[in-house]
């Protein structure tokens, strides 16, 4: 859901451009828009495979052996849906559509648009 909800905003962003504007990430938030709003779930979206300052990833939840066992520090699940506040992985842990979405994420969050400076 998460992706489709990424997909219609960059696809909104496209079509009204910069003028339609939304509070984010709360209604106490900036108004930002569609583009800004679809970046800002695309980049918490691959945060939860990435590690951070105590090098754990959020999606694999606090066991160690995710963090510093060798054989698993660099070997990732891709989970059927996350926490909503913790963004460990929940449910099945072989999803390889979920797999293949994620790394189309990577790819077109960090792919130059089209009439943007570089």
Do not use: C, K
Not at 113 to 118: A, E, L
Request: hydrophobic content about 30%; aromatic content about 12%.
């Amino acid at each position: 859901m998460n992706y489709l909800l990424w997909q219609s905003l960059r696809q909104f962003g496209r079509y009204y451009g910069d003028g339609l504007r939304h509070p984010h990430p709360a209604p106490e938030g900036e108004p930002q828009n569609l583009h800004q709003i679809a970046d800002d779930l695309g980049h918490r979206l691959i945060s939860l495979y990435l590690a951070g300052p105590d090098g754990r990833r959020p999606a694999m939840g606090p066991d160690p052996r995710w963090r510093d066992h060798p054989s698993f520090q660099h070997r990732l699940l891709f989970y059927e849906y996350f926490h909503g506040d913790t963004g460990v992985g929940l449910g099945a842990s072989h999803q390889t559509g979920w797999t293949a979405l994620v790394a189309n994420l990577i790819d077109e969050m960090h792919r130059p648009r089209i009439g943007q400076p570089q």
